[in-house]
């Protein structure tokens, strides 16, 4: 199976900062990443997908990065909106699986 | 609009069973692969298993906890997936959320989640 890992697991920023959220696989999964938004109480909803492809009406404050082993999801100007927790996930082999998750604070 | 609406969820003692369906709606089901992930309460995401469409003969894949007990199934002329869920465990409690697969194989819709709690 393909392990992805993300770090870190807690990020505290403040309105209009830029964070970034690193998903490492345990090994090469091309670009077949996606990148996933988790507000409490409701459904994931998908944020990228192919790595850095944006999801149609995400936006365009996230953007996504990477190939291979290692890929960063960037969001740039923090919106009280943000808050959440975000999951990476991989499509390249069976089992599909996701990372452990970064829950982001606003401060 | 896309809607995917989940139900059947409840309190199922160890070793029981339970049906999950799926309603969809606002798209072509009969397109799209389906999928179902599972949260165990304050945990993450866990992908349990996929049944993809006509074209591929309904072929599915499961993940490992749950190959052998879990079933999915579809209804194209329902516009309706399933999941039944046999032989449950404690460890099997979780909301249960089916999602589409879109045409890059990533989750672009999502149900509302169904809570599955298995105790006794």
């Known amino acids: 199976d393909i392990q992805l890992t993300q770090s870190p697991s807690f990020l505290s920023a403040s309105v209009r900062d830029r964070v970034s959220i690193t998903c490492r696989a345990s090994?090469?999964?091309?670009?077949?990443l996606a990148w996933y938004q988790q507000k409490p109480g409701k459904a994931p909803k998908l944020l990228i997908y192919a790595a850095s492809t944006l999801q149609s009406g995400v936006p365009s404050r996230f953007s996504g990065s990477g190939s291979g082993t290692e890929f960063i999801l960037t969001i740039r100007s923090l919106q009280p909106e943000d808050s959440a927790t975000y999951y990476c996930q991989q499509r390249n082999s069976y089992p599909i699986t996701f990372g452990q998750g970064t829950r982001l604070e606003i401060k | 609009e896309v809607q995917l609406v989940d139900s059947g969820g409840g309190l199922v003692q160890p070793g029981g069973s339970l049906r999950l369906s799926c309603a969809a709606s606002g798209f072509t089901f009969s397109d799209h692969y389906m999928d179902w992930v599972r949260q165990a309460p304050g945990k993450g995401l866990e992908w349990v298993g996929r049944i993809r469409k006509k074209a591929n003969s309904y072929t599915t894949e499961y993940a490992a906890s749950v190959k052998g007990r879990f079933t999915i199934s579809r209804d194209d002329s329902k516009n309706s997936l399933y999941l039944q869920m046999n032989s449950l465990k404690t460890e099997d409690t979780a909301v249960y959320y089916c999602?589409?697969?879109?045409?890059?194989?990533?989750?672009?819709?999502w149900g509302q989640g169904t809570l599955v709690t298995v105790s006794s």
């Open positions: 090994q090469g999964i091309s670009s077949d």
């Open positions: 999602a589409r697969a879109s045409g890059t194989f990533v989750f672009d819709y």
